[in-house]
T-cell receptor, first 112, second 114 residues
Framework: SQQGEEDPQALSIQEGENATMNCSYK?????LQWYRQNSGRGLVHLIL?????REKHSGRLRVTLDTSKKSSSLLITASRAADTASYFC????????????FGDGTTLTVKP | DTGVSQDPRHKITKRGQNVTFRCDPI?????LYWYRQTLGQGPEFLTY????????KSRLLSDRFSAERPKGSFSTLEIQRTEQGDSAMYLC????????????FGQGTRLTVV
């Protein structure tokens, strides 16, 4: 079974609004990463947060991590139609950057 | 460098046929990973290589699946006697080994078994 679970499964918002996606996981982690996937395409790495970090920013993205609750959130501010995609969280328990356990994703639709 | 390249992008095959996919990683990356992704699900780890050595295989990788990375550069994933349940997107990723903080994914190969 997958390590992470994203919530909600689907999210539809208007352009300019903020989008928040949540991820919960089951076992201890070393890093948590967020990826974006446009329909039928590969994954694009968005941001990595280490287990000893609580918050990280990158442009319009803000990621939080609460290891006590085994959860993370991804906030996209001032959303754009181009943000329409599926978003996945992925966790790894060791030092292997590419061997991650993915959740099933949140599908975000941003309406123009 | 153009990133991780996968070929073909799409493959339709009849049940029972063998298929082979190729992945060319970013040139200086010595780790290479294969994932499988079915519709509506997240990617699932299949196997990874460090240079030419296959270091880990998931139990998802049945004996019909074999992956190679003979010279530590490109990799191939072969599926023998394909089944309809093999229909999925097969993703390849690569990373550095020391100090790597992310893996870079290719565009994937979408396999449809009819």
């Amino acid at each position: 079974s997958q390590q992470g679970e994203e919530d909600p499964q689907a999210l539809s918002i208007q352009e300019g609004e903020n989008a928040t996606m949540n991820c919960s996981y089951k076992t201890s982690i070393n890093n948590l990463q967020w990826y974006r996937q446009n329909s039928g395409r590969g994954l694009v790495h968005l941001i990595l947060i280490r287990s000893n970090e609580r918050e990280k920013h990158s442009g319009r993205l803000r990621v939080t991590l609460d290891t006590s609750k085994k959860s993370s959130s991804l906030l996209i501010t001032a959303s754009r139609a181009a943000d329409t995609a599926s978003y996945f969280c992925a966790t790894d328990a060791g030092t292997n950057a590419g061997k991650s356990t993915f959740g099933d994703g949140t599908t975000l639709t941003v309406k123009p | 460098d153009t990133g991780v390249s996968q070929d073909p992008r799409h493959k339709i095959t009849k049940r029972g046929q063998n298929v082979t996919f190729r992945c060319d990683p970013i040139s200086e990356h010595n780790r290479l990973y294969w994932y499988r992704q079915t519709l509506g699900q997240g990617p699932e780890f299949l196997t990874y290589f460090q240079n030419e050595a296959q270091l880990e295989k998931s139990r998802l990788l049945s004996d019909r699946f074999s992956a190679e990375r003979p010279k530590g550069s490109f990799s191939t994933l072969e599926i023998q006697r394909t089944e309809q349940g093999d229909s999925a997107m097969y993703l390849c990723a690569s990373s550095l080994s020391k100090g790597a903080t992310e893996a870079f994914f290719g565009q994937g190969t979408r396999l449809t078994v009819v």
